[in-house]
């Protein structure tokens, strides 16, 4: 077969399937697309019509979809074209469906999505929150929250509960008022080459949030929030869904004002059976964080081939600048805000479940803190490896250091220690093997060993490179 006709073969398959696939156009579903009208509406019969009998809703471009909430479904692939885009609807009063069911204080859903299959997000265009228009006055380090009754009217961008065989690719979607992706019970899902863009002073505005969900694969995408870029957790509100499990994320850039990388803290269920590889974390108030505080479980989980820039910011964010943090404290109770929601219903007090059989391997940290692993008891936490990872700390802002920020637990939030390459309170079977800890020119007198240990039983380190910051006067490891 000739090259010629080989390439007019791929052309006629090519065309055959472009033609196979029908394509609901929303402006002629009467979309207006002059980012004023809201175009809810005819999105919606778009999206109905096309999921008779599958296919693809266009977002046309060069136009501005303005919309209030809508539904996707099944069979439906979301097509935004290059210079489209869905832009949330600026009015408070159309978002009256809470994101949480029965928990009405934590935002709304916008996008949404409940027991689909076969469905798709694609294109190169965006899917904009608005979130700006949801917030109060800009301060230095964030946008004030304004104050409501009983509903949180902040939309989530895309929220899919009970969803199967999703896909979400190259789509720029962010500028979120709350979380941007939220998936739940959702099974076999890809999440592939998106840009998410929130703003780094709007609080709760994660970036991709897997609840109760299992077999996501999340690859080469770039994420900035204000809160978590990527969390693994189990809400309680959706306890029926069970475990979070069978998770990769690869190849993914994030920028966090709070921790990049979180699994929970909200967690009634099971987190396993988790990788993470190849990633770049920048600029953020904590790297990697597994933070339990409810009674599931975390166990399983690979943090590998990763690059961690730490710094510190202001107390509205959560972290200390940690690159790694695995903490196990049961959740504050009584008026705290996160108590009445987060513990099992009737109870008025919560328990902690076991963080175990942790690796991190081919880590490179750098910023104003160390690794920190702590717990209420030494046998909620078991089993942390971590093998070749260096640690360089620096102090690079103003903000102050020698802290350590537990919240939220029972016990006080923040608590002050000295600042050590690794600093381990209260585990069991903690493993240092190749690893390496370096001290940048400015010391103040609260930076100190390359390993503190306190109440751990089992800790094993070999071939550990470095010293301690002030190594005329402290021992390189110091054990309590």
């Not at 136009?63 to 479904?73: A, D, E």
Request: a neutral charge; hydrophobic letters at 35%.
């Amino acid at each position: 077969m000739t090259k010629k006709l080989v390439l007019t073969v791929i052309v006629f398959c090519i065309s055959l399937t472009a033609i196979s696939q029908k394509i609901y156009d929303v402006k002629k579903y009467g979309a207006k697309g002059d980012g004023k009208t809201n175009d809810a509406v005819a999105i919606q019969k778009a999206i109905d019509a096309c999921s008779i009998t599958g296919g693809r809703v266009l977002i046309p471009a060069p136009f501005t979809f303005l919309t209030g909430p809508f539904n996707v479904k099944s069979n439906v692939d979301l097509y935004i074209e290059g210079g489209a885009k869905i832009l949330a609807s600026p009015d408070e009063k159309l978002y009256t469906e809470s994101a949480f069911r029965d928990n009405k204080g934590e935002g709304t859903i916008w996008i949404g999505g409940k027991n689909i299959e076969n469905f798709s997000i694609s294109g190169s265009g965006k899917i904009d929150g608005n979130g700006i228009s949801f917030m109060g006055a800009e301060e230095d380090d964030a946008y004030v929250l304004k104050p409501f009754n009983v509903l949180d009217p902040r939309p989530h961008v895309l929220t899919i509960i009970g969803g199967k065989n999703i896909r979400i690719k190259d789509v720029h979607i962010g500028n979120s008022a709350y979380w941007t992706v939220h998936l739940i019970g959702c099974n076999d899902v890809v999440v592939s080459g998106i840009t998410l863009l929130n703003s780094l002073k709007v609080r709760n505005s994660d970036g991709i949030d897997v609840d109760h969900s299992k077999n996501v694969r999340i690859s080469d995408c770039y994420i900035e929030s204000g809160d978590d870029c990527i969390c693994l957790k189990n809400r309680r509100e959706f306890e029926e869904f069970g475990a979070c499990e069978n998770i990769t994320v690869t190849n993914c850039t994030m920028t966090s004002s709070s921790c990049a990388i979180k699994i929970g803290s909200e967690n009634m269920d099971a987190i396993r059976q988790v990788v993470f590889n190849n990633c770049i974390i920048k600029k953020s108030n904590r790297g990697v964080g597994i933070q339990n505080r409810d009674e599931g479980t975390v166990s399983d989980v690979i943090f590998s081939n990763m690059i961690i820039e730490g710094r510190l910011t202001t107390d509205t964010w959560w972290g200390k600048a940690e690159p790694i943090y695995i903490t196990a404290y049961r959740r504050a109770k009584g008026n705290h805000k996160d108590a009445n929601w987060r513990f099992p219903k009737g109870a008025t007090e919560g328990k902690v479940g076991e963080i175990r059989n942790i690796y991190f391997t081919n880590i490179q940290c750098t910023g104003e803190n160390g690794a920190y692993v702590s717990a209420e008891s030494k046998d909620k936490i078991k089993n942390i490896v971590f093998d070749n990872v260096s640690v360089f700390i620096d102090k690079t802002t103003t903000n102050p250091g020698g802290l350590y920020d537990r919240r939220p637990c029972e016990a006080d939030g923040f608590i002050k220690g000295s600042t050590s390459g690794f600093y381990f309170d209260a585990a069991e079977s903690v493993k240092l093997q190749n690893c390496s800890v370096q001290w940048g020119k400015n010391k103040p007198d609260y930076f100190k060993y390359a390993v503190e240990s306190k109440n751990v039983d089992s800790l094993v380190i070999n071939n550990l490179e470095g010293q301690s910051a002030f190594p005329e006067k402290l021992e390189t490891v110091k054990k309590q």
